[in-house]
Structure formats: C-alpha cells, structure tokens
C-alpha cells in the first residue's frame, strides 16, 4: 500500500498554470503506475492522466492533451500533473492514485490506493 498527498492546488485564472504535486510514501516507488483524476461538483470522478512507472506509457484524457503533462521523479517519490491553459471547466478536487497495474490505474478502480485530494478553481 502507499500513502499519497496531492499539494499544488489553488485558485488560478483561465488561461493560467498550475503544477500539482502527489508525494507518496511506502513500498518501491517505481513499482506503481501513477494517475491523476479528478472530481467536479456534481459529477463523477473522471480520469485525467496516468504514466507507467518508469514514464515509458502516458495516456491522458482527450480534452487535456496538449494542456496537461504527466511525469514523475522516482527519485523523489513523487508524481506531478503540471496544467496551462487552465479552463473554468478544469475546476475540480484532483486526486493522485497509485496502482503495481497500469490498466488499473486508468480504470480508477476503488480499490487503488488514493490521496484526498487538492481543489483547482480556475475563475476570473
């Protein structure tokens, strides 16, 4: 099991940047794929972006490409979603989860280990 802490969030205007961080503690690091999701109010969890252990396999969420940029430092245990052109409908709590299974991780299966969250506004 790892233990995971989203930091990073904030209020930021459209078009603005922000860079999200997940530290994780526990077993090897680079044994997890790591994903970003996110939650909007009165939606669903929806999956944003995820990369394989060593960073060899990324995949993101259509509307993000372009935008969002998944890595990771294992060095540092940690996993950033770095965000620009932020968009009011980026708004949302973003969670980092953690997973030995890439496909896993994609799926946003419950039963993958999971921060609480950091909140993202992006409003004038």
């Known amino acids: 099991q790892v233990e995971l802490v989203e930091s990073g969030g904030g209020l930021v205007q459209p078009g603005g940047s922000l860079r999200l961080s997940c530290a994780a503690s526990?077993?090897?690091?680079?044994?997890?794929?790591m994903g970003w999701f996110r939650q909007a109010p009165g939606k669903e969890r929806e999956f944003v972006a995820a990369?394989?252990?060593?960073?060899?396999?990324?995949e993101y969420k259509d509307s993000v490409r372009g935008r969002f940029t998944i890595s990771r430092d294992n060095a540092k245990n940690t996993a950033f979603l770095e965000m620009k052109s932020l968009k009011p409908e980026d708004t949302a709590v973003y969670y980092c989860?953690?997973?030995?299974?890439?496909?896993?991780?994609?799926?946003?299966?419950?039963?993958?280990?999971w921060g609480r969250g950091t909140q993202v506004t992006v409003s004038e």
């Open positions: 989860s953690a997973s030995r299974s890439f496909p896993e991780v994609v799926a946003g299966r419950p039963d993958n280990d």
């Open positions: 526990g077993p090897t690091f680079n044994a997890y794929a």
């Open positions: 990369i394989t252990g060593f960073g060899l396999t990324i």
